[in-house]
C-alpha cells in the first residue's frame, strides 16, 4: 500500500543537539511539506518542496532544515538554533497539481 | 486576515446521534475548503474537500456544505459511532497553485459514546 512513512515515532533530543526526522513516501508525489502541531494551536508550515532539490521556508522555518536530494524522501533537521523544540511534527505530500494531503503518522519530538 | 475559528472544541454525545461539526473563516475569498480527521497520537486523513464552486460534498455518512457568503462550513456525521470518535480539523486554502496557502482551524475533539 501507498503511503507517508515517519521515523521515529518518538525523538528525544539534548540541549544544543541537532535531531533529524525521517520521512519517506512511495506515492509517487511531487510535492512534499512538513507541519508542525502544538497543543492550542493550528497546524504550521515549516518547510515544503515542489520538486527534488528545491525548497521553501514555510511560516517557521527558523531553526530548521531541510533536503530534497530524492523524490521519495524529505528529512527535516531540527537544529539547536530551535529553542522551543518540543511538538508533533507531520509530513505530508501531494501529488502535482494536487489538492489533497496525505499525512504520515507523525513524530513526537521532546527535550531532555 | 483570514481566520478559521471551529466551535465547539469539544463535543461529547451518543452513539447513533446524528451531528454537525463547524468551521468560520472571516474572508470569503477562498479557494477550497477541507476537513480532516486525527485520532490521538496520529497524522491526519482527508475526509472531504469542497472546491469555492461547490456548496457540498458528500461521503457515505459524512457531509460538508459550504457558503462563502456566511463564512460557514458544516460536516454532518450522521448515525454517529464510537470509530468516530477523534478530533476534526478544517482548513482553508487561500489561493491556487500552491498548497501552502492553508489556514486551519484548531479542531473539534468529539467523543462518540457507547
Known amino acids: 500500500d501507498g503511503g507517508i512513512t515517519q521515523s521515529p515515532k518518538y525523538l528525544f533530543r539534548k540541549e544544543g543537539q541537532n535531531v533529524t526526522l525521517s520521512c519517506e513516501q512511495n506515492l509517487n508525489h511531487d510535492a512534499m511539506y512538513w507541519y508542525r502541531q502544538d497543543p492550542g494551536q493550528g497546524l504550521r508550515l515549516i518547510y515544503y518542496?515542489?520538486?527534488?532539490?528545491?525548497?521553501q521556508k514555510g511560516d517557521i522555518a527558523e531553526g530548521y532544515s531541510v533536503s530534497r536530494e530524492k523524490k521519495e524522501s524529505f528529512p527535516l533537521t531540527v537544529t539547536s538554533a530551535q529553542k522551543n523544540p518540543t511538538a508533533f511534527y507531520l509530513c505530508?505530500?501531494?501529488?502535482?497539481?494536487?489538492?489533497?494531503?496525505?499525512f504520515g503518522s507523525g513524530t513526537q519530538l521532546s527535550v531532555l | 486576515k483570514q481566520e478559521v475559528t471551529q466551535i465547539p472544541a469539544a463535543l461529547s454525545v451518543p452513539e447513533g446521534e446524528n451531528l454537525v461539526l463547524n468551521c468560520s473563516f472571516t474572508d470569503s475569498a477562498i479557494y477550497n475548503l477541507q476537513w480532516f480527521r486525527q485520532d490521538p497520537g496520529k497524522g491526519l486523513t482527508s475526509l472531504l474537500l469542497i472546491q469555492s464552486s461547490q456548496r457540498e460534498q458528500t461521503s457515505g455518512r459524512l457531509n460538508a456544505s459550504l457558503d462563502k457568503s456566511s463564512g460557514r462550513s458544516t460536516l454532518y456525521i450522521a448515525a454517529s459511532q464510537p470509530g468516530d470518535s477523534a478530533t476534526y480539523l478544517c482548513a482553508v486554502r487561500r489561493g491556487a497553485g500552491n498548497n501552502r496557502k492553508l489556514i486551519w482551524g484548531l479542531g473539534t475533539s468529539l467523543a462518540v459514546n457507547p
Open positions: 518542496s515542489q520538486i527534488v532539490n528545491d525548497f
Open positions: 505530508a505530500s501531494t501529488r502535482q497539481g494536487g489538492e489533497k494531503l496525505f
